[in-house]
Nanobody, 126 residues
Framework: VQLQASGGGGLVQAGGSLRLSCVASGRASSFYHMGWFRQAPGKERMFVARASWSGGTTGYADAVKGRFTISKDNAKNTVYLQMNSLKTEDTAVYYC???????????????????WGQGTQVTVSS
C-alpha cells in the first residue's frame, strides 16, 4: 500500500484556498477510514480531518471546522482536502493516512492509522 500526497509546495496567501490530494495504490479496498494530519515546525503531528472510505462519515478538528472539507473519489482511490479561508497558522506539512481496522471510533490519533503518505508542504503567508 502506498499513499501519495500532493497539492502543496507553493505559497498561498491568507484567505486563499488550496486542495490537497492523496492517491492510494495497492490494497485500497482494505481501507476503512482515511485521515489528514498536519505537523507544524517544532510541533506534534495533529489530526485535521477524517472520512470513512465507503460511507459518508466525516470528522474535523475544531481549528479547521467550517473551512476544510474532506472528500473522496473511490473510483480514483483518491482522498481530497479542500482548504478554504486559509490562515497563517495552517502552515504545516500535511500527511494523509489510511486505517484498515474496523473497531473503535473517532480515529483522531496517529496510532489509529496503519499507512502514511510522505507529506506535502502547505505555506500560508500573511
Amino acid at each position: 500500500v502506498q499513499l501519495q500526497a500532493s497539492g502543496g509546495g507553493g505559497l498561498v496567501q491568507a484567505g486563499g484556498s488550496l486542495r490537497l490530494s492523496c492517491v492510494a495504490s495497492g490494497r485500497a479496498s482494505s481501507f476503512y477510514h482515511m485521515g489528514w494530519f498536519r505537523q507544524a515546525p517544532g510541533k506534534e503531528r495533529m489530526f485535521v480531518a477524517r472520512a470513512s472510505w465507503s460511507g459518508g462519515t466525516t470528522g474535523y478538528a475544531d481549528a479547521v471546522k467550517g473551512r476544510f472539507t474532506i472528500s473522496k473519489d473511490n473510483a480514483k482511490n483518491t482522498v481530497y482536502l479542500q482548504m478554504n479561508s486559509l490562515k497563517t497558522e495552517d502552515t504545516a506539512v500535511y500527511y494523509c493516512a489510511a486505517r484498515t481496522g474496523r473497531t473503535g471510533s473517532h480515529y483522531r490519533g496517529i496510532g489509529d492509522y496503519d499507512y502514511w503518505g510522505q507529506g506535502t508542504q502547505v505555506t500560508v503567508s500573511s
